[in-house]
């Protein structure tokens, strides 16, 4: 009658042992779970609340309906920010995807010292943003930068002056978010290039296809793949970047280079519009979604495929 | 095998433009060469800028050879002028940096590490889903948990701290971590674990006697990703700090932006560098690594 309780007690720990052991992984993968949902998604959640909510300095919890996201739309700032977020995405794909695709197929032509050249191109993407913004803010500044340069080698009226002219200032953005991030859609091409058998290019230049035919008809299309997962990339960079304008221009000069990352952070943590950043970063995070879901979609699938 | 198709007609082509491919070849090289001098140019100019005096720097252009080797603006910009307020350098936060970027990186490293273990060999029923679950936290933008990172650090007492931004850095490097770890054991065959399971090995020690034995390559990428993205992160550092606790890129911020007097370009440019070296060494050393991180599963932020 005494040893009961004791017995008990030994089945208990034996049977928590059991189950323990049975659901380690589960525990073991608890944290990154429980975290990531709490940080990313509950936070998410959180954030699309006081979205709908009139909260100024502080979050307030009573519901206002839309009215933040009218407000947004009609904000000229948010507009001129979703304004420059189109050019410069347009401009940054263009230009990352063609360079990237040139120096990818000129670097697969067994080219000497191809190893230095990569390393070359892609250096600028170990480099932070606002490292190669404050040194492209040097570079273009008017008075001592390239416009300087220039008038010292004989051109007396060249004129360089996009960094402090409103029409053009958004430009030297795409100019040095193209030269970051370029030779890193040069890996992804030089990658998808020497992942095609050999057999195929050779049999093609048998039955005579020149060079240019043999990438344009035949690696190239075979590369859509590659291409799906730079656009989507790329994209998504463009809707995140603040700190190659904060390092460059601080959306200057006045807000003609304003993005919509920093119109968030400007809103929330400078003018105690709290509800109004969240509704913003609502915005980008369904740009962001609407982008990157058909994308992970499309990867599982083929991943599950092969 | 090759030989075969070698075939004398393909031979012939090949000899027939050999004076075309000449022509092909200088063009090739000389595109390769202007790229490169485009993509160098930047760096080259912080260089040559930072060892100038700023005497030099009015007098002559962007690529004018400094007179000599002049590392005063480096001095300055790591350990200041020797005066006392307003004299900002980057020696502190360089070690904020680095105080910040070891912790985080050896959390991230190890959850998503284990994390990528059970998603693989002790596979369960929805596991994918766990893992889009995960996946997803690699793109959404930041913007979006900013509010509530900043209210819920506050409230835990570790708002402006280097402890605040480990966290940070931490949880936002899970996706990524796992993303990697989750990929290379993919490959690993899973009779191996299920031979040691029979062999009544169990989850800790198939880990650390089968797994983690060939997980070099891919711990040295996680790491190196890693380390690149929390030491070059901006948004978090600067949302979540500032004054002394701020880490290198919030302080450069500080650094080139701050118009007190003459805007020195040198010590611009050196401070520049020095916040730069830490990931271009590692980048140079191991850049094998740091691409395949990037190309790995495209799936990157």
Known sequence: MIKWPFLNLKLKIFIMFKWLEKNLPKIVMAPAVGLIGWFVYGFVLWTLYISFTNSKILPKYELWGFGQYEKLWASRKWLISVDNLLVFTALFLIFCIVIGIILAIFLDQKIRAEGVLRTIYLYPMALSFIVTGTAWKWILNPTLGIQKMFIDWGFENFTFDWLVNREMAIYTIVIAGVWQSAGFVMALFLAGLRSVEDEIVKAAKIDGAGLFTVYWRILLPMMRPVFFTSFVILIHISIKSYDLIVALTQGGPGISTTMPALFMTQAAFHKSQVGLSAASAMMMFMAVAAVIIPYLYSELRRENAR | ?301
């Not at chain 2, 005497?55 to 002049?70: A, D, F, K, M, V």
């Not at chain 2, 399971?197 to 790491?223: C, E, M, N, Q, Y």
């Not at chain 2, 550092?237 to 290198?248: D, K, M, N, Q, Y």
């Open chain 2, 1 to 301: 095998m090759q030989d075969n198709l070698k075939s004398s007609s393909y031979q012939q082509l090949e000899q027939k433009s050999k004076y075309t491919n000449m022509f092909l070849r200088w063009f090739l090289y000389f595109v390769l060469i202007l790229f490169a001098s485009y993509f160098i140019f930047p760096l080259y100019v912080m260089v040559v800028t930072s060892l100038k005096t700023m005497e030099e720097i009015r007098q002559g252009t962007l690529l004018s050879w400094p007179s000599g080797l002049n590392f005063d603006s480096w001095a300055v910009a790591w350990g200041g002028r020797g005066y006392g307020a307003g004299d900002t350098f980057l020696r502190p936060y360089f070690w904020n940096s680095i105080k910040m970027v070891v912790p985080a990186v050896f959390f991230s490293t190890l959850i998503g590490a284990m994390t990528g273990y059970v998603l693989t060999k002790w596979r369960f029923k929805g596991d994918s889903w766990v893992f889009l679950f995960l996946l997803f936290g690699c793109f959404i933008p930041f913007q979006a948990i900013l509010l509530p990172m900043a209210r819920t650090l506050g409230a835990l007492g570790i708002s402006n701290s280097i402890v605040g931004l480990v966290l940070v850095h931490t949880v936002y490097g899970i996706p990524f971590t796992t993303l990697f770890f989750r990929n290379y054991y993919v490959s690993v065959p899973t009779e191996l674990v299920k031979a040691a399971r029979i062999d009544g090995a169990g989850f800790f020690k198939i880990f650390f006697k089968i797994l983690l034995p060939i997980s070099a390559p891919i711990i040295v990428v996680t790491v190196i990703w890693q380390f690149t993205q929390i030491w070059n992160d901006f948004l978090f550092g600067s949302t979540f700090s500032f004054g002394e606790a701020a880490p290198i890129q919030v302080a450069l911020n500080n650094m080139v932006l701050s118009s007190t007097s003459v805007k020195e370009y040198n010590v611009d440019m050196a401070s520049a560098i020095i916040a730069g070296v830490p990931t271009l060494i590692v980048y140079v050393l191991a850049g094998k690594y740091f691409i395949r991180g990037l190309t790995s599963g495209a799936v990157k932020g």
